[in-house]
């Protein structure tokens, strides 16, 4: 069963930066699709971006586009989540997830997801 551990949360101004990671263990990283979503108080969880899995295609949503990558290191078991030019309405829980197929592209990472991480909070004051 996959686990999926994410870090790098934490508090930081307006127009600043931070980078998340997302560890999983428990079976082979390098064959699914990964991605990045996010949850605010009293909102649905939000899709913002996922990654192929040899980490060639990336999606993102367009309210995150040209401020977020996402990135994996295979060998490493690891996806990354690098935020960029950080607002107030970024404030939010960060979650990881894993695709459920081996079989699913990055494009349906958002209604195919296998395994969630524990969240990490971000908070981005003005």
């Known amino acids: 069963q996959v686990q999926l551990i994410e870090s790098g949360g934490g508090l930081v101004q307006a127009g600043g930066s931070l980078r998340l990671s997302c560890a999983a263990s428990?079976?082979?990283?390098?064959?699914?699709?990964m991605g990045w979503f996010r949850q605010a108080p009293g909102r649905e969880r939000e899709f913002l971006a996922a990654i192929s899995r040899t980490g060639i295609t990336t999606y993102y949503v367009d309210s995150v586009k040209g401020r977020f990558t996402i990135s994996r290191d295979n060998p490493k078991n690891t996806v990354y989540l690098q935020m960029n030019s950080l607002k107030p309405e970024d404030t939010a829980v960060y979650f990881c997830a894993s695709a459920n197929q081996r079989v699913v592209a990055a494009r349906d990472l958002f209604k195919n997801v296998g395994a969630w991480g524990q969240g990490t909070q971000v908070t981005v004051s003005s």
């Open positions: 428990g079976r082979t990283f390098s064959d699914y699709a």
